[in-house]
T-cell receptor, first 116, second 115 residues
Framework: GENVEQHPSTLSVQEGDSAVIKCTYS??????FPWYKQELGKGPQLIID?????GEKKDQRIAVTLNKTAKHFSLHITETQPEDSAVYFC???????????????FGRGTSLIVHP | NAGVTQTPKFRVLKTGQSMTLLCAQD?????MYWYRQDPGMGLRLIHY???????AKGEVPDGYNVSRLKKQNFLLGLESAAPSQTSVYFC??????????????FGNGTRLTVT
């Protein structure tokens, strides 16, 4: 089955710095890679996702890059703000049409702390 | 539009007691999931359902049962609670396609303590 490794487990940055969180996956058939943000006391929420037919996607201060050959994808947050402080999860899933079920496999999460 | 609603938000059980966690979604999603979240362990899948009347085991199913009698509801049961089941439980739902992944929509969790 799929295995997703996420690093680092904790990331501390100063406000205005950039933050990068990296994930690797094992199943070459995986083709959907979402990122979730979990604020304290709440459930995870999708912040950005990427499919295997593109290498990069941006949404304001957030970007995700995907390297299919190396089987890794990264979340980039620029100009970090204190409200970016949260736990971030990556995930990977493979399509039902290739024998999968689109049940995602999650990384273990990264706790991002942005210091004012 | 409520999204995914979980009840209760908090619960304390004594060892051996039983309870049911309720999850409801109003997005007409086919897939529903139950996860548990423990410090340092991320999100671990307990059970999931790909449609009304169907359920399947996830990564950590022991000690739990589920039912999906209606498309919008997914129930998680603990028949005899153990301290190891102290955790935060999240329900999620997603729509299903053959070739395109779709994001999960999560509820805000149920914090369960078993003493």
């Amino acid at each position: 089955g799929e295995n997703v490794e996420q690093h680092p487990s904790t990331l501390s940055v100063q406000e205005g710095d950039s933050a990068v969180i990296k994930c690797t996956y094992s199943d070459s058939a995986s083709n959907y890679f979402p990122w979730y943000k979990q604020e304290l006391g709440k459930g995870p929420q999708l912040i950005i996702d990427i499919r295997s037919n593109v290498g990069e996607k941006k949404d304001q201060r957030i970007a995700v890059t995907l390297n299919k050959t190396a089987k890794h994808f990264s979340l980039h947050i620029t100009e970090t703000q204190p409200e970016d402080s949260a736990v971030y999860f990556c995930a990977a899933s493979r399509p039902a049409s290739s024998g999968g079920s689109y049940i995602p496999t999650f990384g273990r999460g990264t706790s991002l702390i942005v210091h004012p | 539009n409520a999204g995914v609603t979980q009840t209760p938000k908090f619960r304390v059980l004594k060892t051996g007691q039983s309870m049911t966690l309720l999850c409801a979604q109003d997005m007409n999603h086919e897939y529903m999931y139950w996860y548990r979240q423990d410090p340092g362990m991320g999100l671990r899948l307990i059970h999931y359902s790909v449609g009304e009347g169907t359920t399947a085991k996830g990564e950590v199913p022991d000690g739990y049962n589920v039912s999906r009698l209606k498309k919008q509801n997914f129930l998680l049961g603990l028949e005899s609670a153990a301290p190891s089941q102290t955790s935060v439980y999240f329900c999620a739902s997603s729509y299903h396609t053959l070739d395109l992944g779709s994001p999960l929509h999560f509820g805000n969790g149920t914090r369960l303590t078993v003493t």
